[in-house]
């Protein structure tokens, strides 16, 4: 977008937005996409500029034109002071949970959480000498009750991974900073388009960029967006662990983000088909999408989100010695939908859900989990692939 027409950025709609921001072709003479800067030397003019790092670029670590325009695109959507790049979707929960945490502090972890980073917190944080407790994902204002003189931070992620369970982000948000807690937020089942936590109270949104933001199942990558009170230390935790995210990569989810708006419109409305179709089913107990009027946390979604994604889950109906036997059944006998981890890309996935783990939010008693990832493709092909998922284990 040329610079005398960025005041269009002002009402423009996401669609626009995400076609635009991250890059000025005026600056690359035209082109319409930024390049791709491999670095790691950048050459001073002369000592004492290298001595007082006097310039934009210092060293490829620090940043890159490419990934400077990733970030600043992830700043548009967040309405974030800034933002960093990391390897991986756990590590963008690790490192700010590494910034702002140290010996001695309490933090409270949702127990609705994405389990790598349960296993994060069990292991290092625990050793470093962090306390860690979770909480109810649906205790709202409640969470000031378990607030004590050395809580630091509080974790959300809503909707809760694979049991969907969503949580009063404003709410908990207020509680913590009564008590200058910094409230962190893991929002990659939403994106920024369907969620902004920035502006319900969150410090820090946290995000899978490997997942809607890439689309296509080839890049792994997180990013964490920080409001500008917690922005320096952030950024100061980022150089102090030498994490950095690699210019393809960030080149590649840039591109992705050009067609998430659009991408995210198939998922919503193809997952909410499904999961409608799904509720009907006498072979499922539940459906556990936060869009269903049926679902417990549905109120809080229609209230603040302002979409869907293509992630949810559903109980099927299957108790007893042969629960598990008809879970693989009906997940061996599955085409279209692939058996793999992640989501977010092109294609339909269907995982058994483990919730061993869990402390408060146990497993439903119904039957087992399964999540669903609802691709780009046709529903009509889908339905037919779990029908006959549901046949194999209905000969179970």
């Known amino acids: 977008m040329k610079k005398t027409n960025e005041s269009l950025f002002t009402g423009a709609g996401p669609n626009t937005r995400l076609a635009h921001m991250g890059n000025d072709p005026s600056d690359y003479h035209g082109f319409v996409n930024p390049p791709v800067v491999h670095a790691s030397t950048v050459l001073f ?3 004492a500029t290298m001595e007082k790092r006097a310039q934009k670029y210092t060293y490829g670590t620090r940043s890159t034109p490419t990934t400077d325009a990733l970030c600043a695109a992830f700043d548009e959507l967040e309405g974030s002071a800034g933002t960093i790049l990391v390897p991986s979707g756990l590590a963008a929960i690790s490192v700010p949970f590494l910034a702002y945490l140290s010996a001695g502090d309490h933090a409270l972890i949702v127990d609705s959480v994405y389990t790598p980073c349960r296993n994060f917190c069990n292991t290092m944080l625990k050793r470093l000498g962090v306390s860690i407790e979770y909480y109810d994902p649906e205790i709202g204002a409640g969470i000031e009750a378990l607030i004590k003189p050395n809580t630091r931070l509080i974790h959300t992620e809503a909707p809760g991974s694979n049991t969907m369970e969503m949580q009063d982000i404003r709410a908990i948000a207020d509680a913590a900073h009564r008590h200058d807690c910094v409230v962190t937020m893991d929002n990659t089942w939403a994106t920024p388009l369907y969620f902004r936590p920035l502006d319900f109270g969150v410090d820090v949104s946290i995000h899978a960029t490997t997942k809607y933001p890439s689309g296509h199942s080839d890049i792994i990558m997180g990013s964490v967006s920080a409001n500008a009170k917690h922005w320096p230390k952030l950024e100061e935790a980022r150089i102090a662990l030498g994490i950095c995210g690699a210019p393809d990569d960030s080149y590649q989810i ?25 509720e009907r089913r006498d072979d499922v107990a539940r459906v556990l999408h936060p869009a269903l009027p049926s679902f417990p946390g549905h109120a809080i979604w229609k209230r603040d989100f302002k979409g869907a994604s293509g992630v949810f889950s559903f109980v099927l109906k299957a108790q007893g010695d042969k629960a598990k036997a008809k879970a693989h059944a009906f997940l061996d006998a599955l085409s279209f939908f692939g058996l793999g981890y992640s989501w977010g890309g092109y294609e339909s996935l269907a995982v058994p859900v483990n919730l061993s783990d869990r402390t408060i939010r146990k497993a439903p008693p119904e039957g087992p989990v399964i999540r669903l990832q609802i691709g780009l493709e046709d529903v009509a092909d889908l339905k037919k692939d779990l029908e006959i998922g549901f046949a194999a284990a209905a000969e179970i």
């Open 45 to 47: 003019p002369d000592a």
């Open 254 to 278: 840039l591109r992705g983000l050009r067609t998430m708006g659009v991408r995210l419109e198939h998922h919503q409305k193809s997952a909410l088909d499904i999961a409608t179709w799904l």
